[in-house]
């Protein structure tokens, strides 16, 4: 097993230091224009900043691995925060139990679609987006009617201090999920087979891998990492729109391509993606600092992820 | 025509139907039924219908572009601005300059995928989010212009329907027919269905990919000034773009173009936008939420998806 351990993250390895240069070449930068970021209360906000992003990623990371794409989960995020911040009229619990379920049907439609039926994942989550929107904008109006601001104790789980500064709450829940997802991943059976199926599904058929099984949990746990995405989101904007979560979408996918995740499949890692993840949110920090406008944000942030890209399938290709 | 060629039009056959039928509905929804009414038809698809042939065009070759949308938009603000309060010639010259340059930007995105060897998805994927970013730069709020004889050249006036219907057929008797009996249609055909072997049977893969990149460009180009010509102005969203995205790859996936590429052609999504367009005017014409109409495309595209694949494994075509 050591050697499939070595396949996947070798290569991967090298670009790690690749990133974290990067990652320190832009935090000095900011440095540099703004000192005010070196400061721990700053430093505690971008990371906080950071976390429902890291979480949406994990989910597009494991998608990635098995060689498909979730474009649904920004929406999945939003419906989540959606049915939390409505249903939790009737207590918090119930409100998340909805909440999860919901995802794992979202999940679960997505999953078993791609992998029982060979739908096009990009087609499938594309559409199930659309879907999403439409059920959401009409929720509004009739079986989601209530009022829209989240409970007080979900604002505070999304926004407070954790014992100390720069440590919060959404870093704490980043932490504890992101690890139990690196450890499913790296340590795993389940980890191993979405690389597997990632890598060659078809080999992993024939060696007995229940391939629709594999892409129908990475689905769902995808869903699920969204969902706790968007209760985050929808903590820290203190009320939930539809387009709440609509942003991250390409944020997403970037953080899992400029850390390396294929998007072919079976070769990649979460700690890339975590270092894409804090690329980006120092990156939208930087972009905030020089005050540019929305337009040159857009701008920056997809030649940024274009040449991020581009070195890295370089230095993939030539190891 | 024989059984056989019967059979392997058969798509296209339930997709016309599909189409007469809603639009005999639709027809009966209004009071009356007038060259003017099918003026809004026309006026109603062509936009889509262009990015619809554009992206189907990309996707027999075996690509995407999630772009698409964004280079629509993006020649839809630059002419709304540029062409506002100019005469006749000089804006038939900036419409020619704007096609030229919608053109260019999908060759540089052919190009882009081609040498880096990224991935498709994640080229267009950043590309959109840059082209928005320039749409935004250049007109930060919607509107601007276009000569009104210019715009009647485009979308007609009152009942005169003939100018959007010449728009609708031409670019399939000017770039379709053509390019369907050239050398490159054969090669896009050819990379489209087995990239490896075209290769090895002497295609240039990467300039076919390149000259089909920019053939979808000048398509999303005409699109985006047609837009202006029915609009009269432009808009500056990103959603806008989205939409018109997710809305292309669902009219050339329901107009018979297979997404594992080498399958289709341009008539198809031509109709199947037809469709798109119908179900929600139907639907609005019962009174009915638009948002519904959202689900239902979203649905329908996944079924059509899923309905396409099940055939195409019973036929025997796994792919």
């Known amino acids: 097993m050591t050697s499939l351990k070595n396949f996947a993250s070798n290569r991967v390895s090298k670009s790690i230091w690749a990133l974290l240069a990067i990652l320190i070449g832009l935090f000095i930068i900011t440095v540099l224009l703004d000192p005010y970021f070196l400061s721990i209360p700053s430093i505690g906000t971008t990371l906080l900043l950071a976390a429902p992003l890291g979480l949406l990623a994990a989910g597009q990371t494991i998608c990635m691995l098995t060689g498909g794409i979730d474009l649904s989960i920004a929406m999945i995020a939003t419906g989540a925060a959606f049915i939390v911040s409505v249903k939790s009229a009737d207590g918090l619990v119930e409100g998340l139990i909805w909440a999860f379920l919901y995802c794992v049907l979202i999940g679960s ?26 059920v959401f904008a009409v929720g509004v109006t009739t079986f989601l009617q209530g009022s829209s601001t989240m409970p007080d104790i979900l604002i505070s789980a999304s926004s407070d201090i954790f014992l100390f500064d720069p440590i919060t709450w959404p870093l704490v829940i980043w932490i504890v999920i992101g690890g139990l997802f690196l450890f499913m991943l790296t340590k795993t059976g389940l980890g191993r087979l979405v690389y597997a199926i990632g890598d060659n599904a078809q080999a992993a058929r024939l060696a007995g891998v229940k391939v629709w099984q594999v892409q129908w949990a990475t689905y769902v746990i995808c869903a699920l990492l969204g969902g706790v995405a968007g209760i985050l989101l929808g903590g820290q904007s203190g009320a939930v729109a539809i387009s709440l979560a609509n942003s991250f979408l390409l944020p997403s996918v970037a953080a899992v391509v400029i850390g390396g995740t294929s998007i072919m499949g ?25 005050n540019s406008s929305e337009a040159v944000k857009q701008m920056i942030y997809g030649a940024i992820v274009l040449v991020l890209a581009w070195t890295y399938a370089r230095i993939s290709r030539n190891s | 025509m024989t059984f056989t060629q019967w059979r392997r039009q058969s798509w296209n056959i339930a997709i016309i139907v599909l189409a007469i039928g809603l639009g005999l509905w639709r027809i009966n929804q209004l009071p009356q039924f007038g060259a003017y009414e099918a003026r809004t038809f026309i006026l109603g698809i062509l936009p889509i219908a262009l990015l619809s042939m554009g992206q189907a ?5 075996g690509g995407i572009n999630l772009a698409i949308g964004a280079e629509a938009v993006l020649i839809n603000v630059l002419s709304a601005k540029f062409m506002e309060g100019t005469d006749f010639k000089t804006s038939v010259i900036l419409a020619i300059v704007f096609l030229l340059l ?48 210019l715009a009647n050249l485009i979308a007609g006036n009152d009942s005169n329907f003939l100018p959007p219907l010449v728009w609708l057929i031409l670019p399939i008797v000017l770039i379709w027919i053509p390019l369907y009996r050239s050398r490159l249609g054969v090669a896009m055909y050819a990379i489209g269905s087995n990239k490896d072997a075209a290769f090895l049977s002497g295609v240039n893969v990467n300039l076919t990919r390149v000259e089909l990149y920019a053939i979808g460009g000048l398509f999303a180009a005409l699109s985006g000034i047609v837009t202006t010509g029915v609009t009269l102005s432009s808009s500056p969203f990103a959603n806008i773009s989205n939409t018109a995205t997710l809305n292309s790859v669902a009219g050339a996936v329901l107009g018979g173009v297979s997404l594992a590429g080498g399958v289709g052609g341009l008539v198809g999504p031509v109709i ?48």
């Open chain 1, 109 to 134: 439609i997505n999953g078993l679609a791609v992998g029982l039926f060979g739908m096009n994942p990009l087609i499938m989550t594309l559409g199930m987006n659309a879907v999403l929107i439409g």
């Open chain 1, 266 to 290: 079976g070769m990649g890692s979460y700690t890339g993606t975590i270092m894409g993840t804090l690329i980006l949110t120092v990156l939208s920090y930087l972009l905030a600092t020089v």
């Open chain 2, 57 to 61: 065009l990309i996707i027999i070759g």
């Open chain 2, 102 to 149: 919608g053109t260019g930007v999908g060759a540089l995105t052919g190009w882009i995928i081609s040498t880096s060897g990224i991935a498709d998805i994640v080229v267009t994927l950043a590309t959109s989010f840059l082209l928005v970013g320039v749409a935004m730069f250049v007109m930060p709020q919607p509107g601007g212009g276009i000569n009104q004889s």
């Open chain 2, 272 to 319: 199947a936008s037809l469709v798109l367009f119908f179900i929600p005017t139907i639907l609005l014409g019962f009174g009915i939420d638009p948002s519904y109409s959202q689900i239902v495309t979203g649905a329908l595209t996944i079924i059509v998806v899923l309905l396409g694949g099940i055939l195409r494994r019973r036929t025997g075509k796994i792919k």
